[in-house]
Each structure stands twice: as structure tokens, then as C-alpha cells.
């Protein structure tokens, strides 16, 4: 079965976001686990942790197929020792609340050299994984690193950077990448054609290997191959589009092994048309093989 959902808001509390997946058409999400531009976080209480667990089994949603995003204001390759020290600490606090949860994927950002250059700004990010992993020692929470778009000094636009990060840290085995697909059509990776997606699976798969891709988050982009610009847009209104863009790519069972998560523009009522509109594409293209 695919794993389709989008990124859901926890305005209500936690409890009430397996419900409001499942209204949606969803059966995986992704959520903050606090307000995501604050540097101020902490674990929920264990009643809320029950009843958010309850909820999950209630619903049938597999916890393993759910992904937490890191707040906005963490960057491990930040030169401001300042802003580092407390973007370990906060990431630090950010697994424990997803094992809290019984999540298994915390997804962040590798961050921005800020022109102390591309070496620099890794090893500061190996170095702050390594002591939020030690911090963490009796947790099974995975760290997802996120492709982003080609720009600035923004580190993780290719998988030999992700990979560098990965094969650098102490604990490698405890670090994953989800891949965004509008942040890699920004960095030149097409998957309008089968050749193209061919060269994404490829490219994946000679760098980190296919295995460390955990999540995909499903995003179109506003702007041309390459931009760099980072503008999400609704799946098959963007420069990516459907026919002969996302209908190829969601169409790959190697694709289709990884949950897919939706951080478009609008809330869930927008959530729901488009979910419903990439399984009727699905299935349309199914029955006319």
C-alpha cells in the first residue's frame, strides 16, 4: 500500500492529528514538534504521549511511516557558536520528543556554511550530530538529512555533500535522507522524464545507497529546472507538473516503497483535493496498462 499523507498541524495537540490524516485521505503525516520558529521546546506530557499513541493504533497509522521536521532556526553548519550550541541543544530536545511520540524519523536541514566554506560547514554538522546522537544513546529515532535547493551557502544540495555528512559522523547508521522533490528539481535533478528519474534512483543509490532514503516529501516547484529558488506548489500545477513529470516518477516501485508527504501550499482541505487527485492518477494510469 502507498503511504500518502501531508505535513499536518498539531494546533489542536498531538492527539488529534492521526484523525485528522484520516479525514483527509492519509495514512502517514509529518508534524513540528513545537512551534517551528522558536528555539524554545519541550517533551509533552505522558498523557498526551498516551493518547497519541492510542490514537495512531486506533487509526491504523504505522508510526515508522510518520516523519517529525525540525524546527526552521536550527543550522549544525552555523560559524555563530552561538546559534550552533543551541541548535545541537534544540535537535537534541526535537529526538527526544519524537521517541516520546514513538516516531521513528526526526527530519532536518544540514544548514548554511555562511561562507566559512562547504568543508568547514560539514564538519561543524558531523560535529553536532555526534553529540546529539550521544545524548540519545537509548533511542531508536532515525536523523533524516534533507536535500535542499542549490543556493547560497546552503549545504545538502547533492548526495556526495549528504553523503560526506553521513560518512563522517560516528553513528552512521542512525542517519537517513529524505528526498524533496521540488529542492531537487531546484538543483538540476529532473524527473519530468524516465531518464531523468533513472538518474535520480542512480544518483541515490552510488552516493548514500537507496536503502538510507527513508521519506520523500512531494512538493512541485513554482520556478524552471535549476532556479534554486526553494517555492513549493501544488503537485502537477508547477514547473514539474503531472503528465510526464510526477505520473512517471510516482509510478516507480522503487518510489512507491517510500511514504510520501505533501508540504504544499494551503491546509487540509487543499490537502485532501490533492491526495485524492494523486491516487485518481494513480489508479488512472494503472487501469490503462
Given at each position: ?18 484523525e485528522d490524516t484520516i479525514k483527509i485521505g492519509g495514512n502517514t503525516f509529518q ?45 549544525l553548519a552555523s560559524s555563530n557558536e552561538e546559534v550552533w550550541e543551541k541548535s ?202
Open positions: 500500500m502507498i503511504k500518502l499523507g501531508a505535513h499536518m498541524s498539531t494546533s489542536k495537540g498531538f492527539d488529534k492529528v492521526p508534524i513540528f514538534p513545537h512551534s517551528p520558529r522558536m528555539w524554545r521546546a519541550s517533551l509533552p506530557e505522558d498523557k498526551v504521549t498516551r493518547i497519541f499513541k492510542s490514537e495512531m493504533k486506533d487509526k491504523g497509522i504505522d508510526p515508522y511511516s510518520c516523519m517529525v521536521h525540525s524546527g526552521y532556526l536550527i543550522n545541537v541543544a534544540l535537535l537534541s530536545i526535537e529526538m527526544k520528543i519524537t521517541a516520546s511520540l514513538g516516531l521513528k524519523f526526526l527530519n532536518f536541514h544540514p544548514g548554511s556554511h555562511l561562507g566559512d566554506g562547504l568543508q568547514t560547514g560539514i564538519d561543524r554538522i558531523v560535529r553536532g550530530i555526534d553529540i546529539v546522537l550521544s545524548e540519545n544513546l537509548d533511542s531508536d529515532v532515525m536523523l533524516l538529512l534533507e536535500n535542499v535547493a542549490a543556493k547560497g551557502n546552503h549545504i545538502g544540495s547533492s548526495f556526495e555533500e549528504l553523503k560526506s555528512i553521513i560518512d563522517g559522523s560516528s553513528e552512521p547508521s542512525r542517519i537517513g535522507v529524505t528526498y524533496d522533490t521540488c529542492h531537487g528539481f531546484d538543483s538540476g535533478f529532473d524527473i519530468r522524464t524516465v531518464d531523468g528519474t533513472e538518474f535520480l534512483i542512480e544518483s541515490i543509490d552510488s552516493t548514500v545507497g537507496y536503502g538510507k532514503l527513508k521519506m520523500i516529501h512531494l512538493n512541485d516547484s513554482k520556478f524552471p529546472l535549476g532556479a534554486g529558488k526553494d517555492r513549493h506548489e501544488v503537485i502537477g500545477k508547477g514547473y514539474i507538473g503531472m503528465d510526464g513529470g510526477f505520473r512517471e516518477f510516482l509510478s516507480r516501485e522503487e518510489i512507491q516503497q517510500k511514504p510520501w508527504l505533501l508540504e504544499t501550499p494551503g491546509g487540509d482541505a487543499d490537502h485532501e483535493e490533492e491526495i485524492k487527485y494523486i491516487k485518481e492518477l494513480l489508479n488512472s494510469r494503472e487501469n490503462s496498462l
